[in-house]
């Protein structure tokens, strides 16, 4: 079965410092890749996606993320993070074929303090 | 366009109450995911739908749990009765299409506690 691995629980930061955190598939097809965030108390919003072309994909807020095909990964990348960058954030995986939903890791919660 | 709507955003109830969850698509999208999120577990796939026929209700945990969507713009989640070990945020989402470019939309959740 598929499945999604965020290797972080919970990264803690000061303002200003680089963020990555990890995210690795299992599935050896072509596949969509996404991270969502979710803010405390709020639903879960779509932070960037790759469907296909440049690995390297740039989201919303300063956040980019890289697919390296051949590591089966996309970790999320930030250079300098924010304390308003707190909240839980989802790698997710959809297999690039019609009929399957979208298989979420378990997240990560990200604390950056000011 | 409104986004996915969920209703109710909490409710708190008793042990043994039937708990029921209602969800409205975005307009026009075929498919329907129910989610469940706990501290536990995370973000798990309950059930999903395409053009309201259910498709994969493997991850609907018990029989005391069942979804329907009895028309393109309406699903409800039920629970009876139900428990403690239930009190979670369900997410209800939709998207298009699955698989090819493109993306699912979540509503706000509906955060659930059961006393």
């Known amino acids: 079965a598929q499945s999604v691995s965020q290797h972080n629980h919970h990264v803690i930061l000061s303002e200003a410092a680089s963020l990555e955190l990890g995210c690795n598939y299992s599935?050896?097809?072509?596949?969509?890749l996404f991270w969502y965030v979710q803010y405390p108390g709020q639903h879960l919003q779509l932070l960037l996606k790759?469907?296909?072309?440049?690995?390297l994909v740039k989201g919303i807020k300063g956040f980019e993320a890289e697919f390296i095909k051949s590591k089966f990964s996309f970790n999320l990348r930030k250079p300098s993070v924010q304390w308003s960058d707190t909240a839980e954030y989802f790698c997710?995986?959809?297999?690039?074929?019609?009929?399957?939903?979208?298989?979420f890791g378990k997240g990560t919660t990200l604390s950056v303090s000011s | 366009d409104a986004g996915v709507i969920q209703s109710p955003r909490h409710e708190v109830t008793e042990m043994g109450q039937e708990v029921t969850l209602r969800c409205k698509p975005i307009?026009?999208?075929?498919?329907l995911f129910w989610y469940r999120q706990t501290m536990m577990r995370g973000l798990e796939l309950l059930i999903y739908?395409?053009?309201?026929?259910?498709?994969?209700d493997s991850g609907m945990p018990e029989d005391r749990f069942s979804a329907k969507m009895p028309n393109a713009s309406f699903s409800t989640l039920k629970i009876q009765p139900s428990e403690p070990r239930d009190s979670a945020v369900y997410f209800c989402a939709s998207s298009l299409q699955t698989g090819v470019g493109n993306t699912i939309y979540f509503g706000e959740g509906s955060w659930l506690t059961v006393v």
């Open positions: 599935y050896g097809g072509t596949v969509n």
């Open positions: 997710a995986v959809i297999p690039n074929q019609a009929g399957t939903a979208l298989i």
């Open positions: 307009s026009g999208h075929d498919y």
């Open positions: 739908f395409n053009n309201n026929v259910p498709i994969d």
């Open positions: 790759y469907f296909s072309g440049d690995p």
